[in-house]
């Protein structure tokens, strides 16, 4: 089991930038895979993106390619979420989650979450 404690979230005019971290406790950080959703008011729980274990691979949902880039330094125990070229329908609050396989992308699969971080772009 671990703990994920997200970061990093605020108010960002429209296309700017924010860079979400989530630091993770627990042991074997390298053997999960990370993953950030978001959740917007009134609307369910969507993939954004996933890194793998030893973060050679990545995967985004469509509507993020290009601007979202997720990373993670794993002697920091810690996975980051860049965002670029913000939209107000980027806001809504991020959650890592992590995973023991590579890729998930339905938040059913997961059972580590942390608490969220509110990410708001105003236009």
């Known amino acids: 089991q671990v703990q994920l404690v997200e970061s990093g979230g605020g108010l960002v005019q429209a296309g700017g930038s924010l860079r979400l971290s989530c630091a993770v406790s627990g042991r074997s950080f390298s053997n999960y895979a990370m993953a950030w959703f978001r959740q917007a008011p009134g609307k369910e729980r969507e993939f954004v993106a996933a890194?793998?274990?030893?973060?050679?691979?990545?995967s985004y949902a469509d509507s993020m390619k290009g601007r979202f880039t997720a990373s993670r330094d794993n002697s920091k125990n810690t996975v980051y979420l860049q965002m670029n070229s913000l939209k107000p329908e980027d806001t809504a609050v991020y959650y890592c989650a992590a995973i023991s396989w590579y890729p998930a992308r339905r938040p059913a699969d997961y059972s580590n979450w942390g608490q969220g971080t509110q990410v708001t772009v105003s236009s």
């Open positions: 890194v793998s274990g030893n973060g050679a691979a990545t």
